[in-house]
């Protein structure tokens, strides 16, 4: 079975300018969450998709959105960025049954460049 | 506001010891706590799940505990080896939330 695959897996941007990025999950996940790494903060979750709903939201500005399609896959966008989004994100992708207890599978991350 | 810490935040061990650290959480609300081994250029690998007070989990030479009452976790590694060079992270969910803690960095000692 095929790992998730996130791309692109570097990208550079300026500040003010928008971004999207894109998660495919394990095949027959259906739940797709976001996160962001940086040396300061840790891994943050943003929010979680789940059968093209938002199901849960972590404590981001609403410049970061996201969406999810009806094959699972998940789309992030940064809109207006800030040098702070410099960042990873990982995505990981699960069944979906259990929020708590489902195993994430993670992918290996977009690493994104404010300059 | 929910906090999980991890201890220590490095470690430095070697090669052929055991060694174990912490994750420390509120007690309260307790809904699951995750442990991953994260290794340098690869994706965090998720290693336990763990739900009830008194868990134990095992998976190979890797084990964990876990004590909700007192809101703690420890991981264990008996025999280190090179391969087990990482960060292990935590992560508790508690009512939707999942909250990381920073990390435990682990370096295996040849």
Redo the contacts between chains.
């Keep these: 079975k095929a ?2 695959t996130q791309t692109p897996r570097y990208l550079i941007k300026t500040r003010g300018q928008q971004v999207t990025l894109s998660c495919s999950p394990i095949s027959g996940h259906r739940s797709v ?1 976001w996160y962001q790494q940086t040396p300061g903060q ?4 943003l929010f979680e998709y789940f059968s093209e709903t938002q ?2 939201k ?1 404590n981001f500005p609403g410049r970061f959105s996201g969406r999810q399609f009806s094959n699972s896959r998940s789309e992030m966008n940064v809109s207006t960025l800030e040098l702070g989004d410099s960042a990873l994100y ?1 995505c ?1 992708s699960s069944l979906g049954q259990n ?3 489902d ?7 977009t690493r994104l460049t404010v300059l | 506001i929910l906090n999980v810490e991890q201890s220590p935040q490095s470690l430095h061990v070697q090669e052929g010891d055991s060694t174990n650290f912490t994750c420390s959480f509120p007690s309260s609300n307790f809904y699951a706590l995750h442990w991953y081994r994260w290794e340098t250029a690869k994706s965090p690998e998720a290693l336990f799940v763990m739900t009830l007070n008194g868990d134990e989990k095992k998976k190979g030479r890797i084990s964990a505990t876990l004590n909700t009452k007192e809101g703690y976790s420890y991981l264990y590694i008996k025999g280190s080896q090179p391969e087990d060079s990482a960060t292990y992270l935590c992560a508790l969910l508690e009512m939707n939330k999942i909250i990381f803690g920073k990390g435990t960095r682990l370096h295996i000692l040849p």
């Excluded at chain 1, 840790?42 to 979750?45: E, K, N, R, T, V």
């Design positions: 790992g998730v969450s840790g891994l943050q979750f199901r849960n972590g990982l990981a929020q708590d207890t195993t994430q599978y993670f992918g290996p991350g």
